[in-house]
């Protein structure tokens, strides 16, 4: 009996756990795609309160039609929405400039 519960505990971690996409969690996303479409961003977070979509972790992975949800809705002239969530949930990003690439060159050129 000791030996078949061990067998059954390592074949559970043997396995990776798949959440299930439901047919309600395709809707809710839908949704918010075309919600995004509105240029409101009233009715924006109306939709993702309605359908509980949690925008930090679900905008910055969210495809709509290719895209991401802020490229799909400049793509369609909603450019309040847009700019709503790039600046309000996507992360920003860092980047280490060399301060001697900045700094302005002086080019002497000498001909004889």
Do not use: H
């Amino acid at each position: 009996m000791k030996m078949l519960t061990t067998l059954a505990v390592a074949a559970l971690f043997a396995f990776p756990a798949q959440a299930k996409f439901t047919p309600a969690m395709e809707q809710s996303l839908i949704e918010t795609c075309k919600a995004s479409l509105t240029n409101s961003k009233v009715q924006f977070r109306n939709a993702m309160r309605t359908y509980r979509v949690n925008p930090y972790r679900v905008l910055p992975k969210l495809v709509c039609n290719g895209e991401d949800v802020a490229s799909f809705a400049e793509s369609y002239g909603a450019t309040k929405i847009s700019s709503y969530v790039r600046t309000r949930y996507y992360r920003g990003q860092v980047s280490i400039t060399d301060i001697a690439m900045t700094q302005p060159k002086y080019e002497v050129w000498y001909t004889e």
